[in-house]
């Protein structure tokens, strides 16, 4: 299965040309295969936290791979979806029915965008479809 998703994510970058692979932070030994197959620095949990965010948002800069830390910016990436969404920035295809059914079951905790997780649906699809918003800039970004 391991190496399976290693084998998916390679094959999707080339195919589709990708400039820019988010991963979630806590699958640590994933982002080092990946980074030590794209020949890129290793060690980035050693890399200082401001360093982390200029590579989020650095578009199709260095490096490829990029771990997100989801306790750091989980709220700020759901603010960040609900923005674009409201503003009409991101058009889903009828097709991709579990994604809308994420977006439209995602709950909140008591402490605002924290995501209820018992309580929506398709997490992890939510989550990808998060991350990847972390590419759409707004106006005056």
């Known amino acids: ?12 970058v080339q195919r589709f040309h990708v400039c820019k692979v988010f991963i979630d932070g806590s699958a640590s030994h994933l982002i080092h295969e990946l980074k030590h197959g794209y020949g890129e620095y290793i060690t980035y949990e050693k890399l200082k936290p ?4 200029r590579q989020i948002s650095s578009g199709c800069g260095e490096p490829l791979i990029v771990p997100i830390n989801f306790q750091k910016h989980h709220k700020s990436m759901a603010k960040h979806l609900v923005k674009a969404l409201a503003h009409k920035r991101v058009r889903i295809n009828p097709k991709f029915d579990d994604l809308i059914i994420s977006l439209k079951s995602a709950t909140t905790k008591e402490d605002e965008w924290t995501l209820d997780k018992p309580r929506s649906a398709n997490n992890d699809l939510f989550d990808a479809f998060r991350m990847s918003m972390l590419c759409l800039k707004g106006a005056g970004e």
């Open 50 to 53: 401001d360093v982390l965010d």
């Open 1 to 12: 299965m391991y190496t399976d998703t290693l084998h998916l994510i390679r094959q999707l």
